[in-house]
């Protein structure tokens, strides 16, 4: 199924306060399909957003699964508290927009609230790739070995930084696993919590760059850091 686009903005003063950044964490599950094809469905796990306000105000939000239960329903409950029913919610790229296009086509959404939110999404990256491209490729020079994620016993820190999307998956599936330690979910918990407000200032950094290049910029609050 082709989904479809978000508009991109014009300006920048085409981007409607509240601006909500958000960022979603996500797994591709292995789901059942006709004649055996292999087929894979996005299943988010948390979400970080920040809100700036016309003002410059901003707040901070978040939510994390710890559970290993389905957390579609309350994932979403908790978002929309959030993301009221006004203003731009900026994502990364079209894989979150896929996403939510996804949850809209599998969850009931009485309120449509769901669906309101599918009309203000901005992807940040389709004005901004070439800031991508180089985050990109300092993440390619990596060294990427079996599993990203290493907690060695002697670590000074406990909770160290994760490296990208696929140690984060891997730290959540640690998280809800029901062998791993009271001690060790609340390190891996503090580890995602941190990351995903890492991502998310990549994000707001990601728009701000777009607002300097702008043409015809408009007045607009503080960015977050």
């Known amino acids: 199924m082709t989904v ?9 003063r085409d981007t409607a306060f509240p601006r909500h950044y958000l960022r979603i964490g996500f797994l591709d599950v292995a789901t059942p399909a006709p004649a055996g094809s292999p087929h894979t469905e996005l299943m988010p796990y948390q979400w970080n957003c920040h809100v700036e306000s016309e003002s410059g105000l901003t707040e901070q939000f978040g939510f994390l699964d710890t559970r290993g239960l389905d957390p579609r ?11 009221a029913r006004s203003g731009a919610i900026l994502v ?11 949850l809209h086509r599998h969850l009931a959404d009485p309120p449509g609230a769901l669906a309101d939110a599918l009309t203000r999404l901005v992807e940040v990256d389709r004005f901004a790739q ?4 180089t985050d990109m490729g ?8 079996t599993t990203s994620v290493l907690w060695p016993d002697d670590a000074v820190d406990p909770s160290p ?25 609340r390190q891996l918990i503090r580890t995602l919590v941190r990351y995903g ?6 994000l707001v950094q990601a728009f701000a760059e777009h607002a300097r290049g702008d043409p015809d910029p408009a007045a607009s609050g503080q960015m977050l850091n």
């Open 92 to 102: 990364h790229s079209a894989r979150e927009t896929a996403l939510l296009h996804g």
């Open 138 to 145: 300092r993440a390619v020079s990596v060294d990427d070995s």
């Open 161 to 185: 930084e994760l490296r990208d999307d696929r140690a984060a998956r891997l730290a959540y599936l640690e998280l809800i696993d029901a062998r791993t330690r009271i001690t060790r979910r």
């Open 130 to 133: 070439q800031r991508k491209q």
């Open 73 to 83: 329903s309350e994932l979403l409950e908790t978002l929309f508290a959030v993301i």
């Open 4 to 12: 479809r686009q978000p508009p991109k903005p014009a300006s920048l």
């Open 197 to 202: 407000d890492r991502q998310l200032s990549d």
